[in-house]
C-alpha cells in the first residue's frame, strides 16, 4: 500500500459525460501528479499539482482539467467523453520539495470505461 | 517531439537468468528513473538515477545513466518469478514532464 487513495476503483460511463476522478496523496506529500495509461499510448504524464498550484502540464487535453484543494486533495475532472478516453487513470504523490528529486507514490489507479 | 525507445517489448526468461533492458532517447535529460508496474497497481520506484555515468543497485537490480545522458540501462541478476512484471523507464525533464517508455514486459518461467 503506497499510502495514496484513488476513487472511484472503476467507472464506466457514455460518450458526452462528465466524470470527477479524486485522489488522496500519502500524508504530508505535497505534489500530485496524474497519469494516464492506455494500451495503444502507454503511461502519458498529464499534470502535476504542488501546494495547490499547477506546477507542470504534460499530454493534458482542454477537455480535461485538474486541480488540488486545501487539504492537499486533487481532482481530475473529464468532460465530454470519448471512447478513446478509456484507460487507467493514475495519481501519484511525492513530498516536500517540487521537483521530482522526491519518490512518487502511485495509487492503485480509477478504471474508465467510456461506452 | 522528444523520443524514447525501450526494448526490448517482452522477455520470457527461465528463473535464475540475468535480464537486462535499456532505454534511449533523442534528448538530453537530467533524471533516470526505473519504475516496475505489477498486474492491477500502480507504478513503484526502482531505482533513480540523476548522474551521467552513475550506476546504481537496489539489491539483484543495477541502473546505470549513461555517459551522453541519453541512455540508461537496467540489469536484473538471478531472476526470480516475482519479478514478472512490467519495467519502465522515465526521465524527467527542466520543464519537471515526465515522460514514461513503452514499457518491458518480463515473464519468468520457473
Known amino acids: 500500500d503506497s499510502g495514496v487513495t484513488q476513487t472511484p476503483k472503476h467507472l464506466i460511463t457514455a460518450t458526452g459525460q462528465r466524470v470527477t476522478l479524486r485522489c488522496s496523496p500519502r500524508?504530508?506529500?505535497?505534489?500530485v501528479y496524474w497519469y494516464q495509461q492506455s494500451l495503444d499510448q502507454g503511461l502519458q504524464f498529464l499534470i502535476q499539482y504542488y501546494n495547490g498550484e499547477e506546477r507542470a502540464k504534460g499530454n493534458i487535453l482542454e477537455r480535461f482539467s485538474a486541480q488540488q484543494f486545501p487539504d492537499l486533495h486533487s481532482e481530475l475532472n473529464l468532460s465530454s467523453l470519448e471512447l478513446g478516453d478509456s484507460a487507467l487513470y493514475f495519481c501519484a504523490s511525492s513530498g516536500s520539495r517540487a521537483d521530482a528529486y522526491n519518490e512518487q507514490f502511485f495509487g492503485p489507479g480509477t478504471r474508465l470505461t467510456v461506452l | 517531439g522528444q523520443q524514447l525507445n525501450q526494448s526490448p517489448q517482452s522477455m520470457f526468461i527461465q528463473e535464475g537468468e540475468d535480464v537486462s533492458m535499456n532505454c534511449t532517447s533523442s534528448s538530453i535529460f537530467n533524471t533516470w528513473l526505473w519504475y516496475k508496474q505489477d498486474p492491477g497497481e500502480g507504478p513503484v520506484l526502482l531505482i533513480a538515477l540523476y548522474k551521467a555515468g552513475e550506476l546504481t543497485s537496489n539489491g539483484r537490480l543495477t541502473a546505470q545513466f549513461g555517459i551522453t545522458r541519453k541512455d540508461s540501462f537496467l540489469n536484473i541478476s538471478a531472476s526470480i518469478p516475482s519479478d514478472v512484471g512490467i519495467y519502465f523507464c522515465?526521465?524527467?525533464?527542466?520543464?519537471?514532464?515526465?515522460?514514461f517508455g513503452t514499457g518491458t514486459s518480463l515473464t519468468v518461467i520457473p
Open positions: 500524508s504530508g506529500d505535497l505534489s
Open positions: 522515465c526521465w524527467r525533464n527542466t520543464g519537471n514532464q515526465f515522460y
